[in-house]
Nanobody
Framework: QVQLVESGGGLVQAGASLRLSCAAS????????MAWFRQAPGKEREFVAA???????TYANSVRGRFTVSVDDAKNTLYLQMNSPEPEDTAVYLC?????????????????WGQGTQVTVSS
């Protein structure tokens, strides 16, 4: 079992940069597929980015080229570097860990979730 705690959210102006962190405890992140999802008020939770235990990265079309997902194995921490954020990126961002396979963009592929960190992008 793994416990996940996100941090790094806040208020940022459009075009600035922000880095989210997801610190894990309990087991090494290298044994999981890891992902970021986000949920805006009144909307369903949606996929943002994933990195598999084999270091394959997948991005939602809406963030590709602007966001970068990475893992620091020494710190057992997942990151999401958000460059050029837009007001449409405003949401609660949650990290997730999945022990099995399946579609990395699907909520159903993840077993463990953090509580989330709020990101608000102002125009």
């Amino acid at each position: 079992q793994v416990q996940l705690v996100e941090s790094g959210g806040g208020l940022v102006q459009a075009g600035a940069s922000l880095r989210l962190s997801c610190a894990a405890s309990g087991r090494p992140l290298s044994t999981y597929n890891m992902a970021w999802f986000r949920q805006a008020p009144g909307k369903e939770r949606e996929f943002v980015a994933a990195i598999t235990w084999g270091s394959v990265r997948t991005y939602a079309n809406s963030v590709r080229g602007r966001f970068t997902v990475s893992v620091d194995d020494a710190k057992n921490t997942l990151y999401l570097q958000m460059n050029s954020p837009e007001p449409e990126d405003t949401a609660v961002y949650l990290c997730a860990a999945g022990a099995g396979g399946g579609d990395v963009t699907s909520i159903e592929s993840y077993d463990y979730w953090g509580q989330g960190t709020q990101v608000t992008v102002s125009s």
